[in-house]
């Protein structure tokens, strides 16, 4: 069921336009925004309901990012070249979906966009019983 909205943000365009191809091939609508400050603006027009991010990013990284849309349950994966096991820790614990490291194979990312999808679509269906 791709039509789900996904923000890439990613200083790396050809990252960027990586992704781009490949979930659109799936149905998802994607935007793409190259530092966090640009994310922060663009969150209220989007409403993405999954947001791919990288950590070393201009302006805002990644982790102040995350911090800021917390109260927004948007669900994250970390896209980074970041890979020690501090930082992959911290982004878990800060409440990150995923952390994958680059480079990553896109079929792979993928299948965890779909899980993750699934189970906050899940999540966000309400049932009313006895109306």
């Known amino acids: 069921m791709a039509n789900e909205k996904i923000l890439v943000v990613d200083d790396d365009?050809?990252?960027?336009?990586?992704?781009?191809?490949?979930?659109?091939k799936e149905g998802y609508t994607v935007s793409i925004v190259n530092d966090g400050?640009?994310?922060?603006?663009?969150?209220?027009e989007i409403q993405p309901d999954l947001m791919l991010l990288d950590i070393m990013l201009p302006e805002v990284d990644g982790f102040e990012l995350?911090?800021?849309?917390?109260?927004l349950c948007i669900p994250v994966i970390f896209i980074t070249a970041k890979g020690s096991v501090n930082d992959r820790?911290?982004?878990?614990?800060?409440?990150?979906?995923?952390?994958?490291?680059?480079?990553f194979e896109p079929e792979e990312l993928l299948a965890r966009v779909e899980n993750i999808l699934r189970r906050t679509?899940?999540?966000?269906?309400?049932f009313v019983f006895g109306a």
């Open 37 to 44: 400050e640009s994310a922060v603006k663009s969150f209220g």
């Open 13 to 24: 365009v050809n990252i960027c336009e990586l992704l781009r191809l490949y979930l659109e």
């Open 121 to 126: 679509r899940k999540a966000r269906t309400h």
């Open 89 to 103: 820790v911290r982004g878990l614990r800060m409440g990150a979906e995923d952390y994958m490291l680059k480079p």
């Open 66 to 71: 995350l911090e800021y849309i917390k109260p």
